[in-house]
């Protein structure tokens, strides 16, 4: 019997690395990468394919062959030396691209690690974090593919960059004063027992569809994690609860004592302020024997097996450097569809600026004129467009300067309530540091004031 292909999105980070080290033997493993890997000489344990997740074509294309997913994206750092848009929209953009390539190309099943949410609370009560991975796992089944969603706080393991940091601050500080957020209930995993839970989900059709909360074996919380962590290394802390939760010191002496940047340390400082607790379900009564963190953090700390190493990057030729990604979330209150948003942007923006800026539409090509300079132009790809996405190359104007390099598009996402307008490595043809001080802004806040007028504001 051949082995199922299982395309992993996200192959390089940490439980990637583990799930290929741990079932190369099992699956048939496709791992991407935005970068070209060197292939294994003496032994290859996944097909490394490169991808630009930006692209629907280009995962279109990463995931052929693949009967399974399994998707860990999250907040990438930005690609391009501008990156406008907040984590919470480009990870929505790629979510929906994904789902929308593994349609296309058949797969059976995503299996998506999001994190785990407080019992009880809306969505929009949510920290911006968690709000974003349930948007992801709602995005990424919208096409049609079957979702399973695991969902985790912590996963404590070799190589994982929360229980690192949790390790780094045990190291350096020989006291620590934990404020509330530490103190919030949460429920760690094993790595090793996040990896079989994520094998045994595969190809499960009665999981299909469905969420399930990971933990271990015990609900603690940070606090008590810096303690037990602390005694396994042999080091004497003074440990201090207060009751403040002051999530902006937090987020500066964490990001500073553990190396990491606040856009890594951000999300989790302020999803603590929820009590994270797995929820009883079919899945963790499969697995009775979980580590508590105690056993994981053992583990992690002392265990033979280190993370696995990546293959060697093929080197590639320089890319264009002064390159732009502006990615906006766009109300979208009565529905419209993507065609209707990108037409009405194009009647909307001359009215907006009172007839300085004309466009002048002419077959697919769309042109942004001022004072008869023509600043922008647009063509439009039908054959890549429908109702649900709109999308145009951008191939013409004083505004550019690379002419075959980047595109335009809007899509609705979350079944039509916003609308995600992006504009993809766009080179501009202004001075770099003219570029960022006046067009920059000035899109941002045309989108701006266009979402508003969606919005019926």
């Known amino acids: 019997m051949s082995k199922a292909t299982i395309v992993i999105a996200g192959a390089t980070g940490f ?57 860990l994206v999250h907040s990438m750092h930005p690609t391009t030396r501008l990156h406008q848009g907040t984590f919470e929209d480009t990870d929505l953009l790629l979510a929906d ?41 709602q995005t990424l089944g919208n096409a049609g593919t079957p979702v399973t969603a695991l969902r985790a706080g912590i996963i404590v393991g070799q190589g994982g960059s929360s229980f690192a940091m949790i390790r780094k601050l045990v190291e350096r500080l020989p006291v620590l004063i934990c404020p509330s957020w530490c103190q919030s209930a949460t429920h760690p995993v094993g790595l090793h027992d996040a990896l079989q839970m994520i094998r045994y989900c595969v190809g499960r059709e009665e999981m299909y569809d469905q969420h399930f909360d990971i933990g271990g074996s015990d609900v603690t919380n940070y606090m008590e994690m810096i303690r037990i962590t602390a005694d396994l290394m042999g080091k004497k802390r003074q440990i201090r609860p207060v009751k403040f939760f002051s ?102 923006l001359p009215i907006f600026f009172k007839t300085l800026i004309r466009v002048e539409t002419e077959g697919d090509i769309s042109k942004f004129t001022f004072a008869g300079t023509p ?24 505004l550019v300067k690379r002419k075959d390099y980047g595109w335009l598009e809007f899509r609705r996402v979350l079944g039509g309530r916003y609308v995600i307008s992006a504009i993809h490595e766009f080179v501009p043809a202004l001075p770099w540091f003219v570029y960022v001080g006046s067009q920059a802004k000035a899109h941002a806040f045309v989108m701006d004031r266009f979402g508003k007028y969606l919005a019926g504001d």
Do not use: C
């Not at 290929?20 to 791992?31: Q, V, Y």
């Not at 299996?111 to 349930?134: A, N, T, W």
């Open 97 to 137: 691209n994904f789902g929308r390539a593994a349609k296309r190309n058949g797969l059976r099943q995503i299996i998506f690690m999001g994190g785990l949410l407080p019992e009880g609370e809306s969505v929009d009560d949510l920290s911006r974090h968690l709000r974003s991975r349930y948007e992801v796992e």
């Open 247 to 348: 999530p902006g010191f937090s987020k500066m002496w964490v990001a500073l004592f553990t190396d990491n940047s606040r856009e890594l340390v951000s999300p989790l400082i302020e999803s603590l302020r929820h009590d994270l607790v797995a929820q009883p379900n079919s899945l963790l009564e499969q697995f009775p024997e979980r580590a508590d963190f105690r056993q994981a953090a053992r583990r992690a700390l002392f265990g033979k097996e280190k993370l696995p190493p990546l293959p060697e990057r093929v080197p590639t030729e320089e890319e264009e450097k002064n390159t732009v990604r502006s990615v906006q979330r766009l109300p979208n209150p009565e529905g419209h569809t993507a065609t209707y948003v990108a037409r009405i942007y194009q009647r909307w």
């Open 375 to 398: 600043l922008l132009q647009l063509t439009f790809i039908p054959d890549r467009s429908d109702d649900e996405r709109q999308l145009f190359y951008i191939t013409g104007g004083r």
């Open 15 to 71: 439980i990637g690395r583990w799930f290929i080290e741990r079932f190369h033997e099992d699956f048939n493993i496709i791992a991407l990468s935005r970068s070209e890997m060197k292939p294994d000489a003496d032994y290859q344990k996944a097909a490394w394919r490169k991808v630009e997740l930006y692209s629907l074509s280009s995962t279109e294309e990463a995931l052929q062959g693949a009967d399974y997913a399994l998707y």
